[in-house]
């Protein structure tokens, strides 16, 4: 997979997918109610406290990782136009709540 295709608590344009591994004040930079973009996917816990930082977000931009489960997400290649997938599994860090920390390629 080409570099830049999976972002992780970066929020500039070109990527592919969006990940937010906790919402401190150093992961959510750049990141604002009015994005739009694409989906964002995150842990249950930090989808609950988001609106808490972000009062106006469009929820249904928020994709949900279970702790402990793989999600799949198919998306194209830019580079190529080739069909990929991505592999995320939210864990528990046990230091902040909600810690997204783990993406595989497949």
């Known amino acids: 997979m080409e570099s830049g295709t999976i972002a992780v608590d970066r929020w500039t344009k070109g990527s592919r997918i969006y990940i937010l591994t906790h919402l401190h004040a150093d992961h959510t930079r750049g990141l604002s109610s009015t994005w739009g973009r694409d989906p964002i996917f995150c842990s249950r816990i930090t989808a609950k406290l988001f609106p808490f930082r972000f009062s106006d977000f469009n929820l249904s931009l928020l994709r949900v990782v279970e702790v402990g489960s793989w999600h799949t997400s198919s ?32």
Do not use: F, N, Y
Not at 81 to 103: F, Q, T, Y
């Open 75 to 106: 998306l194209v290649s830019l580079a190529t136009g080739s069909p990929a997938v991505a592999e995320l599994m939210a864990i528990d860090a046990h230091h902040c709540p909600g810690k997204l920390a783990r993406v595989r390629s497949v």
